[in-house]
């Protein structure tokens, strides 16, 4: 192995030579040929994936070497797309190729690690004789020990611990919160399961069965988008990537393909090389406008206004002009089109109002069953109002009928779409509601309409979706009039091209041409016209319009549910396909139902005292067409109300532990749920108990524990960052404003000193130490995507495939699975003495996909407190449970498949199935428990991959067993045979093994509304079309329509343009900033192109891609008139707080805005900022969150919450920014000790604690 | 045994196995640490200027160094070189040389020290031998003063037993009495030198054994065949 004596044979070496002397043949040593052979050798390669919230979900192989990852790189085995198709594979981005990094960077969290001042508080309260629940109670109890470590969150002081002492301190905590407090003021938030979702499972699982609230995080990311429950009823469906190469015309609006879907980006790129043309929508010259055949560079936060003048063009050319046969069968068969909607008089005319119902006629059309849930529609055969099929009142309480056949009470029918011209029929004058800066609140249009006798003996107007439609738009079809479009070029009327280029800066002819086409093309194809959107338009108060926009567009077109058609909204939405199997796992449901579930944005909302600062005032939102019956009203009051009306969950519930509140319920003598439920009400009536966000800054109703796991919660999560620091928090903050706008609020009680740290303790659970780590008490190091065994599933292709353990886990760390298993070890250990076995009182809202979606007709209000109706649990008030809770059984519960499984079985979306084969099989599979408790014999759940199986077995998308029962149950509702749906996948089980081995195509499922096929790509909303499966709405169609009282109130009947909101936060910046030059931005947080999704921004490898630390971009005009350079430190300010980033100055950004890329960290060179004196600041320290009252609306139909599918979003793109120059001299690093002075300054100087 | 008789008698041994041994243990064992380590990428500024005087310098002074001390004195006497001209050429090509090496060193020197990145990149070692080679050049060069003086007077006695003692370590045969009463400067000179050659092989210096002579000489097709 010597290199030198080797060398030393140099007279013995054979040497020929070759082509008279030129070449030369040796054999010298060629082993330094293997250090590069060496840096590729390596000892195995192991199946696994990514996820910080990848939607990608690329299978990645993971290559070990020495028991070290070494490096990843993309498999290329996916299962083959279809014989005409291009393959998903290759999959993966440069983001995920660096991760491999992250496994021994200098970010990793080793080792299991506390606040150092908590830990000597902890030990030397148990050094006086205490037991740990009660060590936790004394610290919390003397509020200068609290003080001591909460008040020094965020400024470091982390000592190692033992994972023994600190599990025993959380659950310690929470036993202390559950016995004090209750369990609902302990909260979990961890995001998106899809991505590992036996990880998310874990923390949900835990918390589920102790009684704690787990927070929603598509809503609060902004991710979710409403329009999708308002219109289909679906949380999120969209197609298989694919499916986009079977589109051939494509409008891309706001989602950066090539940057952030970088994996699935070539379909859009080779659907081009057979003829598909792409029109891209973005203010930016972004990275997907150059794959596009036409840039329309468009104003930000405009984009309804474009999308509606596109359809205003579809709708006269192919409605009006002529009557495109596919458009109009479609129109009519899946949408709310031709259904009745009544007018109400308003002024000289009429206001639209509620959709006609069965029970408005005499006899209810002969219908029994739920008549005011049966929507009307004209049949133009009979000449008859009828109520046809598969209407929601069909859905809950018979069988058959609860489909999209063209059927009435079993006759066929052909609705009418518009009355126009038709004998009996009038035109009247319809107000409809308009924003648009500067034009008029409510523009009257003439309308034809008919007269109908209504049960009580009265006449009322009523006009169709369709043809009011029509007005919306603006469109003149010859009934005269004010208001409508004399031509194209007509920039007075709302809605034409010319008004929309007045709105959005985008030329007319391009929006005209390209309405033209969209919908030609639609016509021509049977609908393979696409819009692919993103989080660019779904970040704003308003995108509720600016959805609807576009999903009005496509149905008009009849593009959604065809293959090659419809909406493509990406935007962390994630499909966990095997939900089926997983929510059972990850909820408990298999001890308790139901579980605690909060939506995120409330919830935050409230407790980080957002509302105290609350500047929008919803009067300024409301229409002048609706009842109006809040007027006056903040926007914290619709949310108390809404959670009052149980529409909205709260947690906690109300201002009482609800353990005591069963205590006293049986006092009261109320001996089972009904009776608890009836105390519950009485004493909600009488005012002795209250919803616990009527009081939000009252200590009894302070959320006291927050676990955070895989998730940035505090960082890059954290709309109003800066406010979860001073009031969620207690720590150093850079809120530069005291509340105090929000105090005019009818429903929340106004506490004059706002409270700063709620939170009693906040453990992070992580494997890199982010802003979230940085602000918590206790931070435990988590196993990384290379180093547990979970599942991973996407919409962007139909296959599972898995995270795999390549290496075990580095340092202390372990899989989350482990860690929640070893927290409720030590839970059950202590809570037997401390808690016991107690009832706990649940409320629940009314949920969708639950017969509770009917409790209120009509849409209409009715406050118990304000005296319309009584308190009645599941109808005017939350529904009220018991559940009984042994939480010294917690841990023997967590490691076995509890009984309900097999006592009441499994469902999804309101379809029911048994689940007593699989229950047996995973006894088998993965054996039983045998520690002795509860659970003991019963299957287990102790290793991570019995988890993942279990969720496979019982999940219809991965075992053809149950994918048959669960197609059986949904057959029986429709009336209609779907089962050829799964055929010859009916024997399929899929395993861990197998998807180790191979990602598996998933199997058709009834969870989902697309299909997998080899004819078609999985595409959203196909089984509604063709399989004649209702969404799930109130009409069972698509609606256009939106009637709830508060959809009135806003005017979003019909969808609008509404002009972003003016947050006002830009005008309340101390003056040394505005004072030199400075410019007024608005402020947009897209998503980067060097971390985010599969890896992050703070990693090695992509930081020295770009500047190495935050920036931002602002344009070259922009930065030119303030004197601001490229790479030059800016400070972006407003009253929320402060941001110090470097500048890029760019052509590519135009004027008015900055664009800083979302998920850039406090930790990798941020200086301090001059206006707060903190340190710099993140992309949100300049947010703040704002709710919208239409999001909170439940218990109707479609508009009922459930998780993560309805709620109010955290929207962050309206905010306004004043951005100036810091000179390199004045950049201060902050890199002093802690004295007591600057401990004791947490907020800015000169700003109180309000 | 003195002083004197340990420096030159033993220490040239100590230097010349450390040398040796040392190389080639480093080469065996540490393959991927055999190199120039290079700055060059890091920084240009005055790189070409200064590593071509420097390098062009120390070439020209080894190879003086090799050629002059270890002809033995009868074959320069019958190339017809006498004493005075062989002093005469050492004094004028060692000056030269010895002066690019002091300029071109002293500017890779302070680059080494100011420049950044150079800085950042460099290790205590780096620093230390040239530093160490400056001063030796330097030493060496304030040699030239006494010789000049030895010359002037015809006096070649000193350069002769230079060349015989070092003829005489080489031969192992060390005998460092040749020396004993020669200006201390020679020998300072020398026990610099030596001692280049005992750090040699914990630096950068190795480079040297790997100069890619063979490159002039290379076919220019080279085929090296699979070794079975």
Redesign the interface.
């Known amino acids: 192995m010597s290199h030198f004596l080797d060398r030393l044979t140099y007279f013995t070496h054979p040497k020929e030579s070759f082509s008279d002397g030129h070449g030369v043949k040796t054999i010298e040593d060629r082993q330094w040929e293997d250090s590069y052979r060496n840096r590729w050798r390596h000892d195995k390669v192991v199946r696994s994936t990514h996820g910080v919230n990848c939607t990608g979900g690329c299978s990645w192989k993971i290559f070990v070497k020495n028991g070290l990852v070494s490096f990843e790189m993309q498999q290329t085995d996916y299962p083959r797309t279809r014989d005409d198709m291009p393959n998903h594979e290759p999959r993966g981005c440069q983001r995920g190729a660096s991760f491999s990094w992250y496994l021994y960077s200098p970010h990793r969290i080793k080792h299991p690690m506390i606040r150092g001042r908590l830990l000597d508080l902890y030990r030397a309260e148990k050094k006086s004789g205490k037991d740990p629940v009660e060590a936790w109670a004394a610290i919390q109890a003397d509020t200068a020990k609290r003080d001591k470590y909460v008040k020094v969150r965020g400024l470091g002081g982390f000592v190692r611990t033992s994972w023994d002492e600190v599990l025993e301190i959380t659950a310690a905590a929470n036993i202390h919160t559950i016995q004090k407090w209750g369990p609902d003021r302990i909260y979990g938030f961890s995001p998106i399961p899809a991505m590992s979702m036996i990880s998310y499972a874990a923390g949900s699982r835990y918390l589920s069965l102790i009684g704690a609230a787990c927070g929603s995080f598509y809503d609060w990311y902004c991710d979710l988008p409403i329009g999708s429950p308002q219109t289909w009823g679906e949380q999120t469906d969209v197609p298989e990537s694919a499916d986009w190469y079977n589109s051939t015309y494509i409008i891309i609006a706001g989602a950066n393909l090539p940057m952030t879907r970088t994996p699935d980006a070539h379909f859009a790129i080779e659907t081009r090389y057979k003829g598909t043309k792409i029109v891209s929508m973005s203010p930016d010259y972004a990275e997907f406008c150059k794959f596009a055949d036409l840039w329309m560079p468009i104003r930000q936060g405009t984009d309804s206004a474009a999308f509606m003048a596109m359809a205003h063009v579809a709708l006269k050319e192919f409605y009006i002009q002529k009557q495109d046969p596919y458009f109009q069968e479609y129109a009519r068969k899946y949408t709310d089109l031709p259904m009745q909607v009544m007018l109400r008089p308003h002024d000289n005319g009429y206001v639209s109002d509620r959709n006609l119902r069965a029970s408005d006629f005499s006899g209810n059309l002969n219908e029994s069953n739920n008549p005011e849930w049966k929507t009307i529609g004209f049949d133009e055969s009979s000449g008859q109002f009828v109520a046809p099929n598969g209407s929601i009142g069909f859905r809950w309480g018979e069988e058959g009928k609860w489909n999209l056949l063209e059927r009435s009470a079993g006759t066929d029918t052909h609705l009418e779409l518009t009355a126009q011209g038709k004998a009996g029929t009038e035109v009247v004058s319809v107000g409809f509601p308009h924003f648009a800066h500067g034009e008029p609140d409510l523009l009257f249009r003439n309308v034809p309409a008919r007269r109908v006798k209504l049960a009580d003996g009265s006449e009322a107007l009523v006009a169709s979706v369709f043809d009011l439609l029509v007005s919306q738009y603006g469109v003149d079809r010859g009934l005269g009039g004010p208001n409508v479009a004399s031509s194209y070029d007509d920039a007075s009327c709302a809605y034409t091209p010319a008004w929309a280029e007045k709105v959005t800066g985008v030329k007319r002819a391009d929006i005209e041409r390209t309405g033209r086409e969209f919908a030609d093309n639609a016509s021509k194809t049977k609908g393979k016209s696409m819009v692919i959107m993103g989080a660019a338009i779904n970040h704003w108060y308003h995108h509720d319009q600016s959805y609807r926009s576009i999903m009005n567009l496509l149905h008009l077109c009849g593009c959604v549910g065809q293959s090659g058609g419809g909406w493509a909204h990406y935007v962390g939405q994630e499909k966990l396909r095997p939900q089926a199997g997983w929510a059972p796992i990850a909820f408990g449901l298999d001890w308790h139902r139901p579980p605690r579930h909060q939506n995120s944005t409330s919830y935050w909302y409230f407790h980080t005292d957002q509302w105290r600062y609350e500047t929008v005032k919803p009067d300024q939102l409301l229409s002048p067409a609706g009842k109006g019956r809040n007027k006056g009203y903040s926007l914290a009051d619709y949310n108390v109300v809404s959670t009052r009306l149980g529409w909205l969950p709260s947690n906690p519930h109300f201002n009482k532990n609800p353990l005591e509140l069963a205590t006293d319920a049986a006092k009261a003598g109320a001996t089972d749920e009904a009776s608890v439920a009836q105390y519950v009400a009485g004493q909600l009536k009488s005012g002795a108990l209250d919803m616990a966000f009527a009081d939000p800054d009252n200590p009894i109703n302070w959320p006291r524990n927050l676990i955070v796991w895989r998730g940035n919660l505090i960082g890059t999560s954290a709309k109003g960052h800066e406010y979860f620091l001073k009031h969620l928090l207690g720590a150093q903050n850079g809120v530069l404003q005291e509340g105090g706008v929000g105090n005019d609020c009818k429903e929340v009680n106004w506490i004059d000193e706002a409270p700063a740290g709620k939170l009693d303790l906040m453990v992070d659970i992580n494997f890199r130490l982010n802003s979230t780590g940085a602000y918590a008490d206790i931070i435990l190091p988590t196993a990384t995507w290379y180093e547990k065994h979970d599942l991973n599933t996407t919409d962007m292709h139909p296959f599972i495939h898995p995270l795999a353990e390549a290496v075990s886990p580095g340092w202390e760390s372990k899989s989350d699975w482990q860690i929640f298993k070893a927290l409720a070890k030590k839970f059950s250990s202590l809570a037997g003495k401390h808690l016991g076995v107690r009832k706990d009182v649940v409320s629940l809202p009314m949920q969708h996909d639950s017969p509770f979606e009917l409790a209120q007709p009509f849409g209409e209000v009715k406050d118990w407190k304000r005296g319309d109706c009584d308190p009645i649990p599941g109808k005017t008030m939350p529904i009220i449970k018991v559940v009984e809770r042994d939480y010294a059984q917690t841990y023997s519960k967590f490691i076995g498949l509890g009984p309900l499984m097999t006592k009441i079985g499994n469902n999804i979306k309101g379809i029911d199935w048994n689940t007593e084969q699989e229950y047996k099989e995973l006894a088998s599979l993965n054996r039983t428990v045998t520690e002795p408790g509860v659970s003991f014999g019963m299957p287990s759940l102790e290793e991570d991959i019995a988890v993942c199986d279990s969720v496979m077995r019982m999940a219809p998308e991965t075992n053809g067993e149950v994918a048959h029962k669960s197609w059986t149950a949904l057959s029986k509702k429709t009336g209609l045979d779907h089962h050829h749906l799964y055929e010859g996948r009916h024997e399929d089980k899929i395993t861990f093994r197998d998807i180790q081995a191979q990602p598996r195509k998933i199997i058709t499922a009834p969870t989902w509304s697309g299909i997998e096929s080899e004819k078609v790509s999985y595409t959203a909303g196909y089984t509604n079309i063709h399989e004649h499966i209702p969404f799930r709405t109130l009409t069972g169609r698509a609606h256009f329509y939106q009637d709830h009282e508060w959809m009135l109130d806003f005017g979003e009947g019909f969808c609008c343009f509404r002009p972003p909101v003016d947050m006002q936060e830009h005008k309340k910046v101390p003056a040394s900033v505005t004072s030199g030059p400075h410019l007024v931005l608005s402020w947009i947080t897209p998503h980067s192109k060097w971390g985010i999704h599969s890896s992050y921004q703070d990693n090695l490898r992509m930081l020295n891609l770009f500047r190495g630390g935050p920036y931002f971009w602002i344009s070259e005009e922009d930065a030119k008139s303030v004197g601001i350079a490229d790479n030059d430190w800016v400070e972006a300010v407003n009253a929320n707080g402060a941001t110090v980033a470097r500048a890029v100055v760019s052509q590519r950004v135009p004027r008015g805005m900055a664009l800083m890329y979302h998920a850039q960290e406090k930790n990798v060179n941020v200086p301090g900022s001059p206006t707060t004196g903190k340190r710099g600041g993140i992309l949100n320290s300049v947010t703040r969150v704002v709710v919208k009252p239409t999001h909170m609306i439940g218990g109707y139909a479609q508009l009922s919450y459930s998780f993560n599918y309805y709620g109010p979003v955290g929207s962050n793109r309206d905010e306004v920014v004043v951005v100036r120059k810091i000179a390199d001299q004045d950049v201060d690093w902050l890199e002093r000790p802690l004295t007591p002075a600057r401990e004791a300054q947490r907020n800015p100087v000169g700003i109180g604690t309000k | 045994m003195d002083m004197h008789q340990i420096i030159f008698g033993v220490y040239p041994y100590i230097a010349l196995v450390t040398f040796i041994l040392g190389s ?1 243990i480093r ?2 064992h540490e ?2 640490t055999w190199k120039s380590d290079s700055s060059q990428l890091l920084s240009k500024t005055y790189m070409r200027f200064a590593s071509n005087v420097f390098h062009i310098g120390i070439l020209g002074i080894f190879f003086g160094h090799l050629v002059g001390m270890l002809t033995p004195h009868s074959v320069f006497l019958a190339m017809g070189i006498s004493d005075a001209a062989h002093q005469g050429i050492a004094i004028f090509a060692g000056g030269i040389f010895g002066l690019m090496v002091i300029l071109g060193g002293v500017i890779l020197w302070l680059r080494r020290l100011f420049n950044k990145r150079v800085r950042a990149a460099s290790r205590w070692m780096d620093i230390n031998i040239l530093g160490w080679l400056i001063l030796t050049a330097c030493v060496g060069f304030s040699t030239i003063f006494w010789s000049v003086g030895h010359a002037e007077h015809k006096d070649f006695t000193v350069m002769i037993r230079l060349t015989e003692y070092v003829q005489s370590v080489v031969m192992l045969q060390a005998n460092p009495e040749l020396i004993r009463n020669i200006d201390p400067v020679y020998k300072l000179h020398m026990f610099f030198g030596l001692s280049v050659f005992l750090f040699f092989p914990f630096t950068r210096l190795v480079h040297i054994w790997s100069a890619p002579i063979g490159y002039l000489f ?10 079975v």
């Open positions: 080639w080469f065996d393959q991927y290379r076919a220019y097709q080279i085929v090296r065949a699979k070794r």
